[in-house]
């Protein structure tokens, strides 16, 4: 059992791609990057990468694998939950690459391995990992508390209140009774690019944000004295390696 605090950095929507990410940087993996270091210079145990970490799975190799030596080169553990824009389908980049190979690398659903526990933190992750670009519940399924600390992780959209029958929603819904339905410590959500804190919500629900939009990513603190606390970050935008 952990003696000491656990600290989780939060980030998702990376939407790390070719074309997208060099117009912006000259440095390809600087979405990954500047999260890593962010994570590294608050002294994160943990990243949690909820959901589109590429934004789609058809990324060259090349870019697949310089992820892979970036993320497993770090001294911290990575859980990746992947999003509506890089499914687990056959093509995926985690299944096409070496993302999933470092031994500090999991990715969610990727074995039929929708839970992830880390013994020495008495931790446990676990998430519904988008297998196709169908809608699906992000949510669904709770898993029983086995653990100390509970994260649930989940891609998909946040809809306040009863659904309206007269109005068009998007795919990939998430509701407060979902939330609630977890009882877990601390719900990670991707989907949106603007950081946003689930209001009145039973767990504390969080969207981080994307890297380039939200310039932020969470940082979450479980205390040895059970408390939860969780706050933004700004970005370390350091000299690009």
Excluded: C
Aim: hydrophobic share 40%; net charge negative.
């Amino acid at each position: 059992m952990a003696e000491n605090e656990i600290v989780v950095v939060h980030s998702s929507d990376l939407h790390l791609d070719v074309p997208y990410t060099e117009a912006q940087h000259a440095d390809l993996l600087y979405p990954i990057r500047v999260v890593l270091r962010t994570a590294q210079a608050v002294g994160a145990d943990l990243v949690l990468l909820a959901g589109d970490v590429f934004d789609h799975n058809r990324q060259p190799l090349s870019l697949i694998d310089q992820t892979a030596r970036l993320v497993g080169d770090s001294d911290m553990s990575v859980v990746i939950l992947p999003g509506n824009h890089d499914p687990l389908t056959p093509d995926s980049v985690y299944r096409r690459g070496g993302l999933a190979d470092p031994n500090n690398v999991r990715v969610i659903g990727l074995h039929d391995e929708e839970s992830i526990v880390f013994a020495e933190w008495d931790l446990e992750i676990w998430g519904n990992a988008h297998l196709d670009y169908y809608d699906m519940s992000p949510l669904r399924d709770p898993r029983p508390r086995r653990t100390r600390w509970q994260i649930a992780a989940a891609h998909g959209h946040y809809e306040k209140g009863p659904l309206d029958p007269g109005r068009l929603y998007g795919s990939w819904l998430i509701h407060d009774e979902h939330i609630e339905a977890t009882g877990a410590d601390y719900v990670a959500l991707g989907h949106w690019n603007r950081p946003f804190q689930v209001p009145d919500a039973a767990v504390p629900a969080y969207y981080s944000g994307s890297p380039d939009l939200a310039k932020t990513v969470n940082v979450v603190r479980f205390g040895v004295d059970g408390t939860v606390q969780v706050h933004r970050e700004p970005l370390r935008d350091g000299e690009e390696q």
